[in-house]
């Protein structure tokens, strides 16, 4: 969040349901590894992602928190704007996603911060909540209940990079169809943030010695 980059809507659970941490691995898909697991008190799965990208960490965070430049690579991403920045490691963000009629489009109103730990990994946490400067919705306001990116530093010029999302879409979407689309979701947002990396625009973020939490 910071961008988060990808179609949120792909997960959708009831806000009281819990999350099985207990991740199955289902399939490696060109070095990158998909798990699913599942939501306690409904009929869907979650989905994982996790590859070794050839790029050092403070590049991806970059791409991370460019949030004008998110739709080049966040797909459905139809609006994204920065409501409140402190620093790069704290953003408020809004964002709207265009999915196919009669679907209404979803957005989110949420908080990204970013840490890091004992073992050097930046870990970006995400969570919906209110903003007083946020938009009028333009379809349904869903929920972003928890979403997570971890980097861990390879080396100069490699990061493993994991990413996981629990998000209630709200509104009446066919559960069949979140969990088709959330299969396919870890494959196609590592695929395209590899791909923004590639750009020449591209920069990276000068990082602290230690990202205390925030």
Known sequence: MLKLLF??????????????????????????????????????????GEAVINA????????????????????????????????ILETVVY?????????????????????????????IEIKSEDHPLAPKTTGVRGELIESKYVLTPMGPTKTKLEVEIVCDPKGMIPTWLVNLIQKSWPRKTLTALMRQLEKPEVNSVVLPEKIEGL
């Open 95 to 123: 964002q709207e996603f265009g999915l196919p009629w009669p679907v209404s489009n979803r957005d989110f109103v949420f908080r990204g911060t970013a840490r890091s730990d004992e073992r050097g990994r930046v870990i």
């Open 7 to 48: 179609f949120i809507v792909l997960f959708g659970l009831n806000a009281q349901a819990s999350i099985n941490k207990n991740w199955q691995f289902i399939e490696d898909d060109k070095g990158i590894s998909v798990y699913q697991t599942e939501i306690a008190g409904t009929k869907l799965v979650g989905a994982r």
């Open 56 to 87: 050092p960490l403070n590049r991806i965070l970059f791409v991370l928190s460019d949030i004008e430049r998110a739709y080049e690579w966040v797909d459905g991403l139809k609006a994204s704007k920065v409501l409140e920045r402190k620093g």
